[in-house]
């Protein structure tokens, strides 16, 4: 089984989730964007391992800690596309955007496609692309688990920004109505921001899906 806890993050309220094989008691930290001493305990004081870190987009916000998590405990850091490069080589101008100190700079060891699969100890999840929110944007789907970690492409009740760099929101649209929602509306989805929701509720409510 995955279990999971989510973890909100800095002053953005980033969703990090932490996610651990009950079999193995390996762990993934989704979407680390900061707090990294924080994250280590959690980790620890569920007596974890950390065996990589999974990224669903390159922004500030979702990535922040990663560099420094990696000067404690070196792991394999996969993901997103490699279209959001640029945005992980762009960290500090990012900081500097929004007022922030620098962070230490990383570089993915494995860069994600679609169809591609990832590994928490004995539990797999799935990769869907779904650019719009950044050209590089993935999805993890757990699909035994009817789980799924969507980054900042859909939220509860909204969808995320395209105004960004090379920002899309027709590519956005279509990642939700044709990649996501398809999928199932049973799929308990964890937000970058914000509650959960399930895409069959956004599929019925999200006033930017009608």
Known sequence: MLNRITLPVTAFAQNCSLVWCSATNKAALIDPGGETQRLLAEIEQRGLILESILLTHGHLDHVGAT????EINPVPVIGPSIEDAFWIN???????MFGLSS?????????????????????????????GHTPGHIVFVHPTQRL????????????????FPQGNHGH??????????????????VPGHGPE????HERQHNPYLR
């Open 172 to 189: 956005l649209i279509h990642s939700i109505k044709q990649t996501l929602l398809p999928l199932g509306d049973d799929i308990t989805f």
């Open 67 to 70: 560099g420094e998590l990696l």
């Open 197 to 200: 929701s399930t895409f069959g």
């Open 148 to 163: 799924a970690f969507v980054g900042d492409v859909i939220f509860n009740g909204g969808v995320g920004r395209s105004d």
């Open 90 to 96: 762009g960290l500090d101008q990012q900081a500097q």
């Open 103 to 131: 962070v230490p700079a990383f570089t993915p060891d494995k860069w994600l496609n679609a169809g591609d699969k990832v590994q928490v100890g004995e539990e797999v999840m799935d990769v869907y692309f779904c650019p």
